[in-house]
């Protein structure tokens, strides 16, 4: 079982994590993250939006994972209003 993780800040920057991938802000809210070597298959990804530094986000604000593929995945994170922003986000990718 092969696990890759990290927290990301809102400009694309690695803050932590297992060091085995890259990431690259590639437009408002729009990230792409690559594994360094490829999964056998397609991983799991799962990741919340971090680091917002207000009691006040509002669980609509959201992160989503449209491409999850063997070499990497894309994230999108945003607003509560479906607006597309830079936001510090984490993630665990799980697979083979």
Same mark, same amino acid.
């Given at each position: 079982?092969?696990?890759?993780?990290?927290?990301?800040?809102?400009?694309?920057?690695? #803050?932590?994590? &297992?060091?085995?991938? =890259?990431?690259?802000?590639?437009?408002?809210?729009?990230?792409?993250?690559?594994?360094? %070597?490829?999964?056998?298959?397609?991983? &799991?990804?799962?990741?919340? %939006? =971090?680091?917002?530094? &207000?009691?006040? %986000?509002?669980?609509?604000?959201?992160?989503?994972?449209?491409?999850?593929? =063997? =070499?990497?995945?894309?994230?999108? #994170?945003?607003?509560?209003?479906?607006?597309? %922003?830079?936001?510090?986000?984490?993630?665990?990718?799980?697979?083979?």
């Amino acid at each position: 079982m092969k696990i890759v993780y990290g927290n990301i800040d809102k400009n694309g920057n690695i #803050v932590s994590g &297992s060091g085995d991938f =890259t990431v690259e802000n590639v437009g408002a809210g729009h990230y792409k993250v690559g594994f360094k %070597q490829a999964f056998y298959l397609a991983p &799991s990804v799962v990741g919340s %939006q =971090t680091d917002y530094d &207000s009691s006040n %986000q509002s669980p609509l604000d959201n992160i989503v994972f449209p491409f999850v593929e =063997t =070499t990497g995945f894309s994230a999108n #994170v945003g607003g509560a209003n479906g607006s597309f %922003q830079n936001r510090s986000f984490s993630f665990i990718a799980i697979g083979e």
